[in-house]
T-cell receptor, first 116, second 113 residues
Framework: GAGVSQSPSNKVTEKGKDVELRCDPISGHTALYWYRQSLGQGLEFLIYFQGNSAPDKSGLPSDRFSAERTGGSVSTLTIQRTQQEDSAVYLC??????????????FGPGTRLTVL | GNSVTQMEGPVTLSEEAFLTINCTYTATGYPSLFWYVQYPGEGLQLLLKATKADDKGSNKGFEATYRKETTSFHLEKGSVQVSDSAVYFCALSATSGTYKYIFGTGTRLKVLA
């Protein structure tokens, strides 16, 4: 079936603007993760959803970042008042069940965010 | 806490050379271990995984063995091809809570014809 999809693939915005990044997980996957891939920082965990709940938001870097998931499917990551240090590739991943150490996460192609 | 350490890149090899990319980890409990590959312009793809000690993951000629005694999960391939040029990430799944992944910094491999 279809893999994880993300949109847009590229987003260029001006400092101070808000942006929304979308993730469509693999159908039937209950767990969804957001990561950020930036130069010098590697891949960082941001937030985890189990269904529509987010039991782990520990990786969100500031209160400008928020995320929601509706219907146990699509998730949106919102960054308010973007800063240049927010420039990165934002990756979404999903896994079938979540909450197991053996879970395999499947990644989307990412959204490249550039803040001017 | 949990962490993953990968060898620094870039690694440049000639075609058909033997490849080793070192990966060591620190974790409490018994994490699962993964290698992901990112080809130029593409997303992360699972290459192989191992979920318990002494397991060997393999795929596309790549292998890695989960060594608990040395806390390592080194990636190997006997004969690399130009098409293997990519960035390779070692990762572990946290052993509690949300089982999020902890990634290494990635190792860029360039294979020359």
């Amino acid at each position: 079936g279809a893999g994880v999809s993300q949109s847009p693939s590229n987003k260029v915005t001006e400092k101070g603007k808000d942006v929304e990044l979308r993730c469509d997980p693999i159908s039937g996957h209950t767990a969804l993760y957001w990561y950020r891939q930036s130069l010098g920082q590697g891949l960082e965990f941001l937030i985890y959803f189990q269904g529509n709940s987010a039991p782990d938001k520990s990786g969100l870097p500031s209160d400008r970042f928020s995320a929601e998931r509706t219907g146990g499917s699509v998730s949106t990551l919102t960054i308010q008042r973007t800063q240049q240090e927010d420039s990165a590739v934002y990756l979404c991943a999903s896994s079938l069940v979540g909450g197991r150490v053996t879970d395999t996460q499947y990644f989307g192609p990412g959204t490249r965010l550039t803040v001017l | 806490g949990n962490s993953v350490t990968q060898m620094e890149g870039p690694v440049t090899l000639s075609e058909e050379a033997f490849l080793t990319i070192n990966c060591t980890y620190t974790a409490t409990g018994y994490p699962s271990l993964f290698w992901y590959v990112q080809y130029p312009g593409e997303g992360l793809q699972l290459l192989l995984k191992a979920t318990k000690a002494d397991d060997k993951g393999s795929n596309k000629g790549f292998e890695a063995t989960y060594r608990k005694e040395t806390t390592s999960f080194h990636l190997e391939k006997g004969s690399v091809q130009v098409s293997d040029s990519a960035v390779y990430f070692c990762a572990l799944s946290a052993t509690s809570g949300t089982y999020k992944y902890i990634f290494g910094t990635g190792t860029r491999l360039k294979v020359l014809a």
